[in-house]
């Protein structure tokens, strides 16, 4: 039954993966994807994603809820077949629904990897004097072993955590911050944080923007000569930094009470209708994933 | 004659470091005027506004916004009717869509839903930013920040309407699109305050020019007044606008008759030229 279970989505991994490669090829041959913005880092790649992404327009409340009951699925029930069906659809989702190309995903889902890698191989391989477990290998004065039951432990926890992850990230490549935000007030979030995450938000590209002048400035007088200017440029540019975030402070302050800032910050959030057939779906894999774990338990 | 609009008396400010920014200023301005505000940089300009708008609270003075003197019961009552679009349109965007940007003000009027969306597709197809309703202002550019910025203060439907050093940082095709959007709201009997170091376009555009110095104004009236008044050009470090300089060249020099009809704009002063040929 198993088998059957694992062969089965095997085979859909690899047809989403040929939808996604098949729609990306199209979507390059029809008409040019447009992007919007530069390259920051990576952190800032996600959220370009996010307002590029075609399921952009869905209710932002039906995808977190969807991503965090995936994730709570994917812990509690532990089950390897459950896991990969999360990824399977989570990638279908992302790559197929919302037109991220493949590369991309796959960069994206990778940052967490060498954190994953060596949370799990802690898990596999144990150290020893003595030549134990199924598998050795001799270093010097010590074994590292491990055995086939510890190796399949790892990776299903490898595939579990890569679910959960897959499920956060069709969140965020699919919903930009401000509408998470507003989730995050409905779900009755106490407004401190609330408004504070809508500045820091904001304010995260215009301090980038700022050190990223100011960086440019230090580098075209040679503030980067070598290591000891490196690190005198780098000290002078954050205590600068500190200085204008204040300032730039203030100035918002004003600008705000000139449009009548009282004391409460309220946004415009735009409300998304839900469709029945999302719901619908939603229930139908979350079932699906009830019934492989009951069929693999 | 009818009572100003905004009408600002003996009107004090003290930084918090104990330098004087406003010095007793005095002024009337009148409904749909179109002022040009000049004056050197650390004048008092930007204070003034501030000021006016009430985010600053100036030690003694008085404003009154049609007639009803303003304290700290209607200081309301004075932001909802006077908006600044600040010159860094990076120190005013605080939302983190261009939608909920322009609605930050009329949401904070406390205007019921319908018509704050009312209010905010206006006002962005007013500026002509439909299309970027959905993006975040992280990814505009300075010209097309600038429009929001302004679309912020239109959707708020002020009578008056301040204008913080808005050629700076602009290309000359979006300064014309600015100027577009002044006349615009000039024959919507909008009063527009504008502080600029560009005198050539103050010269075109005001129908009357305000000159601060060190905190006070030290002259008012129009455009011309102003520019042929060398010793007030030369106390707030201004020039002369290029096409008055011209002007009064070619009439020394008797190339074209001392008519006394100044041309404001480059298309008048070359057909002005070419009835003389």
Known sequence: MREIILFVLGFLAVAVLLMAVVGQYHSQDGKHHHKIGHKHGEGVVIDMHAYASKIRGWNPTFKVSLAMVLLILCIALNNPCVSVAVLIAMAYLTMVKGGLSVNEYLSVLMIPITFILLGTLAIAIEFSFDPIGQFNL???????????????????????????????????????????????????????????????????????????KMKNSADSRQGYCDFKTSCYTFGGIAGNMLIISLKKANAYYDAMEARCYDGEMIFLEEEKKIEINQIIMAVIFVAVLFLLWGLTK | MKEPILKVRDLYYVYGNGQIGLDGVDIDINEGEKIAVIGSNGAGKSTFFLNVNGVLKAESGEISYRGTMINKKNLKELRKNIGIVFQDADNQIIASTVRA?????????????????????????????????????????????????????????????????????LDPLNAEMLEEVLSKLSREEKTILISTHDVDFAYRWAERIIVFCQG??????????????????????????????????????????????????????????????
């Open chain 1, 138 to 212: 001799h270093c010097g004065f010590f074994y590292i072993y491990t055995s086939q039951e510890k190796l399949k432990e790892m990776i299903f926890l490898i595939l579990k955590v890569f679910a959960a992850v897959s499920a956060l990230q069709m969140m965020t490549l699919s919903t930009p911050s401000s509408e998470i935000i507003s989730v995050m007030r409905k779900a009755h979030v106490p407004k401190l944080i609330i408004e504070l995450m809508n500045i820091i938000y904001r304010y995260i590209f215009i301090l980038l923007d700022v050190y990223s």
């Open chain 2, 101 to 169: 940007e322009v609605a930050f003000g009329p949401m904070n009027l406390k205007l019921p839903k319908e018509e704050v969306i009312k209010r905010v597709d206006e006002a962005l197809t007013y500026m002509d930013i439909m299309d970027f309703k959905d993006r975040p202002p992280h990814y505009l550019s300075g010209g097309e920040k600038k429009k929001v910025s302004i679309a912020d203060i239109i959707a708020m439907k002020s009578e008056i309407i301040i204008f913080d050093e808005p050629t700076v940082a």
């Open chain 2, 216 to 277: 006070k104004i030290i002259a008012d009236g129009s455009p011309l007044e102003i520019f042929q008044n060398e010793e007030v050009l030369k106390r707030s470090n201004l020039k002369q606008p290029m096409l008055l300089n011209v002007y009064e060249s070619l009439v020394e020099k008797h190339l074209i008759a001392d008519e006394k009809i100044y041309p404001r704009s480059i298309e008048v002063f070359q057909k002005m030229i070419q009835v003389i040929k």
